[in-house]
């Protein structure tokens, strides 16, 4: 049904209609108004699982690792900070294979402290062994959790996953959401089967150490299951778009790549404005196009080289930036295509919530086209 | 998989590992004033003191580390640590 | 459950010989019975039980991370509760784990009143890092981080009161204990595991290793750190003592601390009357408290 | 404190902040002292200014400016002074983007029960006196 809805309360919805039996969750800007939604659901009996409100992030994450672990789906949501002070248990969580769900309200990370959006607190924890993929639009935020849940808990996986949408832009954003009834979503993500569980009567002990005789070996497993992830993906995705026809199955998707010489790259919903002001300038005969990637964790390169095999530059829009390097994004979008030729230049981008607007994608165009590149864009050089 | 899922194993594979070999004393327990309180079997971290069919006990020496607690606690003085022949 | 005895925690481990951690785990498990999920904390006993894939673990067990047993416990217990299952789930942690670094997840825990048993097998410092303090370790104890030199005593501050901290957070059951008496300690996680809602007990657990004295000794340390009134077994219901365990002509602190190598500084190079007077004056604050003091007259 | 609509009945995708509206609702006045609010605005533009008193701020040429006394309004029909509702009922009113049923229906929505109604009568109220003046 199609509601009008604030981005959180859609996902909450959408996390609802997945039946988690536990959900752990801390409040924190932009995030709060989708833990707040599912804490009235459970208190309305509109959602049957049992909340734990938790002192802090740290025990949201790891008591949603032991609730996983006894062999409930479980859910939590967090941001910025919040991530941060999970850093150690969703490393522990992705070794000890548990598919937890976990939103992301992408916001930026202190100091300063900022509570507006970009994305350098998922990206951060890019090498944590969780799937990360990116919602450009507050209908796309909620179907990715129905496909994560897929994903996560496929025996093939059993991994992870963050679903990030930008706060503020999205989080906060009313705007209309087709939702899917309990009996599609029942129809499409079967009840939880845990693989190791907590079970006294077939008692197993979990997440034991390993020597340098085995650590190797279980992060080869780790991240064979990652590149697994891709394909699991792609087929959750496939069904997806036969039974709902919103298709996701593409970890990027182009738009108007076609004879574009220039090549935008971005995550989020940048991707809405870009595609804006790409129609803008095809209009004025400019060959620019975008590809958008959904998953940054699988990383998509192989689809990514295929994808960008006829343009002659990209310009990548990272809304992170690893100081002293550049934005993560480019970094493996370069790697994607090396030795192509194909030139890469990195724009550090709206971080800490500064907007973009149409005209900026525009300058960016022309900047790559003279070949500029690999530097902050927007900076406001009068308070430097 | 060879390996299990996130790091995982069923029980039993503990006894894989004999620590007799780590031990240096050897308690014998010489069943002469045993009055098979069971003591020794209580106080062994290692939980490798077991009853036999007679009431008395025996330590299994694939397991014990030889740290010597039984014979110190041995109320009657039955237990006897000395160094291992190896 | 006899035939149980030795299964639920295995032969194999890794423990120094004479561990009283060691000790401690059997005589856990023999309290809660095999229809037990154990939520472990990082520390000696995960390392010495788990080395993949050798566990001696033969009840469920999950270890996750050094400080957050008690929220995993707490997502574990939220599980089997909407799962209807009816398991006791129960961490064991070491007093690192426990006064210090997981303070935060056990302080959330107890307040939420989930049903879980938390117990501390206290040894008094960091062993597995190789003996450093923690807020559990006793006044003046010679550790890594807190050594005996020419111008310090060893640990500087007397243990944390962590039972009275959870006292005050609500638990309906607390209590303390040592392997040195065994059966007590049995007998007190029984009655944990079977009291509703979030429990505390305190295993005083020697470590050979990092005390400095003879694995045979494991025991007979224990009953001195009882005998001087440096530990005291009592148990305390909604808050209040109920009972404490009284020892008979308590014995001088010295005969506790002279055996130990963490305290030699006490005595070399020459007796330190002054620092072993202020460890009595504990032991008999502790003792006036608990009221555990029974005086026999001497035969004339 | 901004915050920006689109409404459209094709896909919105662009997520930038407005800078030239075609609409504006001001609802406190006294921020014209500090702040640029008509900055952007063309002809044809419509400003809904929340104000007591008669008002003259240097809209820009072209721009038609309302004046209403929303926060009375708020008052005498909700009981407090939140404007929102109210100044929904006059936007709907002065620009005929949205019918005033839609209006009623979505605050039906977001507010149900007697809130709701109380919402409503305060919209209807500043919908029909921006009728009556247009």
């Known amino acids: 049904m199609m509601e009008i809805l604030e981005g959180s309360h859609a996902v909450a919805e959408a996390v609802r209609l997945c039946r988690p039996q536990v959900v752990s969750a801390y409040p924190i800007t932009p995030q709060t108004h989708i833990v707040e939604a599912l804490a009235s659901m459970v208190a309305d009996c509109r959602l049957d699982a049992e909340y734990i409100c938790v002192e802090s992030e740290f025990s949201a994450l790891s008591s949603c690792l032991g609730a996983s672990a006894a062999g409930s789906r479980v859910y939590s949501a967090t941001t910025s900070q919040g991530l941060a002070l999970m850093f150690e248990v969703c490393f522990n969580v992705a070794g000890m294979r548990q598919p937890i769900v976990m939103t992301i309200a992408n916001r930026a990370l202190g100091a300063p402290l900022n509570i507006w959006n970009d994305q350098q607190d998922s990206i951060s924890l890019r090498d944590a062994g969780w799937m990360q993929c990116y919602a450009e639009d507050n209908q796309e935020a909620t179907d990715l959790h129905f496909i994560t849940y897929r994903v996560a808990e496929d025996h093939n996986v059993l991994l992870p996953a963050m679903v990030c949408f930008d706060g503020y832009t999205l989080t906060h954003t009313y705007e209309p959401v087709d939702l899917p009834t309990q009996e599609e979503i029942d129809a499409f993500l079967p009840p939880f089967k845990p693989y190791n569980t907590l079970d006294a009567k077939k008692p197993m002990s979990l997440g034991m150490y390993a020597t340098p005789d085995y650590y190797m070996e279980f992060r080869y497993e780790i991240d064979e299951a990652m590149k697994r992830a891709k394909q699991a993906f792609a087929h959750a995705g496939r069904e997806f778009a036969g039974q709902f026809g919103r298709d996701y199955s593409g970890l990027v998707e182009g738009y108007r790549l076609e004879d574009a010489d220039t090549a935008f790259v971005a995550m989020g919903s940048l991707c809405g404005t870009v595609k804006d002001a790409i129609d803008e300038m095809r209009a004025d005969g400019m060959k620019v196009g975008l590809l958008k990637i959904r998953t940054f964790r699988p990383f998509p390169s192989a689809e990514i080289r295929k994808a960008l095999s006829g343009v002659s530059r990209v310009a990548v829009l990272d809304k992170n930036v690893s100081l002293g390097q550049k934005g993560a994004v480019a970094l493996e979008v370069k790697d994607a295509v090396y030795g192509s030729g194909i030139d890469v230049f990195d724009y550090i981008i709206a971080l800490g919530g500064r907007d973009v607007r149409k005209s900026d994608i525009r300058t960016i165009a022309g900047l790559a086209e003279k070949g500029i590149g690999d530097q902050y864009y927007g900076l406001r050089m009068e308070v430097l | ?86 | 459950m006899a035939e149980h005895e030795c299964e639920l925690f295995e032969c194999g481990h890794r423990a120094c010989g004479g561990c009283g951690p060691a000790l401690a785990a059997r005589l856990i498990l023999k309290g809660t019975g095999e229809n037990t999920i154990v939520v472990a904390s990082t520390g000696c006993m995960e390392v010495f039980s788990t080395p993949y894939p050798e566990t001696a673990w033969g009840v469920p067990w999950i270890h996750s991370l050094f400080e957050n047993a008690a929220a995993v416990a707490s997502g574990v217990e939220a599980s089997l509760k909407k799962q209807g299952r009816d398991e006791h789930v129960v961490c064991i942690c070491g007093d690192g784990a426990t006064f210090d670094i997981g303070m935060l997840c056990i302080s959330g825990a107890f307040e939420r009143g989930h049903d879980i048993t938390y117990i501390c097998y206290d040894n008094e410092a960091y062993m597995n890092t190789g003996i450093q303090r923690s807020g559990a370790t006793p006044y003046d104890a010679d550790t890594t981080t807190s050594p005996a030199g020419k111008c310090s005593t060893g640990n500087k501050r007397p243990k944390k009161d962590l039972p009275a901290i959870l006292a005050a957070h609500g638990a309906s059951y607390i209590a303390t204990a040592s392997i040195a008496y065994p059966n007590d300690v049995v007998k007190k996680i029984e009655r944990a595991v079977n009291t509703p809602g979030p429990n505390y007990i305190q295993i005083h657990a020697p470590c050979a290793t990092g005390w400095g004295f003879e694995g045979a000794e494991t025991m007979a340390i224990g009953r001195l750190a009882v005998e001087t009134g440096l530990w005291v077994n009592y148990e305390m219901v909604n808050g209040e003592v109920e009972k404490a365990k009284k020892i008979v002509n308590r014995k001088p602190v010295e005969e506790y601390l002279m055996v130990q190598k963490r305290f030699r500084h006490l005595f070399r190079p020459e007796r330190n009357v002054e620092e072993i007077a202020k460890i009595q004056a504990i032991a008999d604050r502790s003792a006036a408290k608990f009221g555990i003091d029974v005086v026999l007259k001497k035969p004339e | 404190m901004q915050a920006f609509v689109r409404f459209s009945d094709e896909k919105i995708r662009l997520r930038s902040q407005v800078y030239e509206p075609d609409y504006i609702i001001v609802q406190d006045s006294t921020l014209i002292r500090d702040v640029d609010v008509f900055g952007g605005m063309k002809t044809g533009g419509i400003a809904i200014v929340n104000t007591e008193k008669s008002l003259h701020a240097a809209v820009p040429e072209g721009v038609k400016l309302i004046t209403i006394d929303a926060t009375g309004i708020a008052l005498e029909k909700l009981g407090v002074p939140i404007t929102n509702t109210t100044l929904i009922g006059a936007f709907a009113a002065a620009t005929g983007e949205i019918s005033l049923s839609a209006v009623e229906k979505a605050l039906l929505n977001r507010f149900p029960g007697k809130l709701g109604e109380k919402n409503v009568a305060a919209a209807r109220h500043s919908y029909d006196l921006i009728r009556g003046e247009a």
């Not at chain 2, 062994?44 to 009431?55: F, L, N, S, T, W």
């Open chain 2, 1 to 86: 998989m060879a390996l299990n899922v996130g790091c995982a194993a069923a029980p039993g594979r503990a006894r894989d590992n004999r620590t007799g070999s780590w031990r240096v004393f050897k308690p014998t327990f010489r069943h002469e004033t045993c009055t098979k309180c069971g003591l020794c079997e209580t106080v062994c971290p290692e939980g490798c003191v077991k009853e036999r069919e007679d009431g008395y006990f025996d330590p299994d020496y694939d397991y014990c580390k030889g740290c010597g607690l039984c014979a110190e606690e041995c109320p009657a003085d039955d237990i006897e640590m000395a160094q291992e022949e190896k």
